[in-house]
């Protein structure tokens, strides 16, 4: 009872918020035992160290090295500078009160998972959507093909979070708590740094230069994370953009252009070249089909009353060219999936157009995230 009375002025006084609260709860407690459960299918003796495994494939045990050791300078683990520090730091400071770091990690992302989907829907209802239009986009957001990651050992649900709040905060006109959440995304990706972009646009929008220019100056915290990063490349190595050369040399991994990279996929698709793993495909087909989707609702956005600014369209723009710019295209659906502006998008351009299409991108959405979670549980190579 002493919690409840801690917490109760926490607890929203507007119905549809404790809703969105309930339902994100209960969407991460169905998410986490679907993973469970599917699981327990394909491993009948499954144990607690199997499913530890299971949480930390891939990145996460590198995130894991981080959080006990820091960044190292020799043998491979020097290879991890790649990876930005606060959600390590996060896992280690959350570890001195969970009883290990494997907890205290799903821990972070799950607790992210939950503050970010409600903190979307809160700025939706700012925005002024109509409750049933919220549930609608909560809805594939929910139904996102990589839910598997909002209970992984991975940064998605923090920086769901993140960006969620930051968005929150310019809309409620809090520059400085927005800056404070774009910072922290910035030290957990590098498209964090484009958190400049709803920022500055929402300072134009509100005229707020007008009378209280000083709060632009807020702006200048966001990069602050991706300096510490730089910081730490060259604390460790000598050079700021040490985590560069990395990339190219283990991952293979360049800057490219962004144009040539994504005319290069249209060719193959075309002329049916399908590479075997099947979710490197839905990478790339996801990455084309993304960009037509910002274009037409661009196009249609001054005729139809839609509601996302263009700041906010810049802001998803942007993310897709620094996406679409790697050498080779591995991951995307799990960046792209992040980009919030493209829920609300493709929301408002199937129910326009026609209903039944927002329909059927959920149950495209739904089998995907389905489909994730079994590959996941063989230990298979996502996005």
């Given at each position: ?180 959440f774009g910072l922290m995304a910035s030290a957990t990706r590098l ?193």
């Amino acid at each position: 009872m002493k919690l409840f009375g801690v917490l109760k002025p926490l607890w929203p006084t507007d119905r549809f918020l404790r809703r969105v609260i309930i339902a994100s709860v209960l969407y991460q407690i169905g998410l986490s035992l679907a993973i469970i459960f599917c699981a327990c299918l394909l491993y009948s003796d499954l144990t607690w160290i199997q499913l530890k495994n299971l949480l930390s494939a891939w990145d996460g045990g590198h995130y894991l090295y981080l959080a006990r050791y820091g960044y190292q300078t020799s043998g491979d683990e020097a290879t991890f500078i790649v990876f930005y520090p606060l959600y390590p730091w996060l896992i280690r400071l959350t570890s001195q009160i969970l009883p290990n770091e494997h907890l205290a990690a799903v821990s972070v992302t799950i607790l992210g998972s939950i503050v970010g989907h409600v903190a979307f829907a809160y700025y939706l209802l700012k925005t002024g959507c109509n409750r049933s239009q919220i549930w609608r986009i909560l809805c594939l957001l929910f139904l996102t093909p990589i839910s598997v990651y909002f209970s992984m050992i991975y940064t998605e649900g923090m920086f769901l979070a993140e960006t969620a709040l930051c968005l929150l905060a310019l809309r409620c006109d809090r520059y400085a708590w927005a800056a404070g959440f774009g910072l922290m995304a910035s030290a957990t990706r590098l498209v964090g740094i484009l958190s400049i972009v709803p920022f500055i646009s929402r300072f134009i929008e509100t005229q707020r230069w007008r009378s209280h220019w000083q709060s632009i100056l807020w702006v200048c915290l966001i990069p602050l994370g991706y300096g510490i990063y730089l910081y730490l490349n060259w604390k460790f190595f000598g050079d700021p953009f040490h985590y560069r050369g990395v990339l190219g040399a283990h991952w293979q991994k360049t800057a490219t252009n962004p144009a040539i990279q994504y005319l290069n996929h249209w060719r193959d698709l075309l002329q049916w070249y399908v590479p075997k793993e099947p979710t490197i495909f839905i990478d790339r087909i996801s990455t084309l089909i993304i960009l037509p989707v910002f274009i037409i609702y661009g196009s249609l956005k001054s005729r139809n009353n839609l509601r996302l600014s263009w700041g906010e369209q810049v802001w998803a723009w942007s993310q897709w060219l620094v996406i679409a710019s790697q050498s080779f295209w591995l991951s995307n659906t799990r960046y792209l999936a992040l980009i919030l502006p493209l829920y609300i998008a493709i929301e408002e351009l199937s129910w326009l157009v026609w209903r039944v299409i927002y329909f059927a991108v959920a149950a495209i959405f739904g089998a995907l995230s389905v489909y994730s979670i079994y590959l996941f549980c063989q230990g298979v190579w996502l996005y």
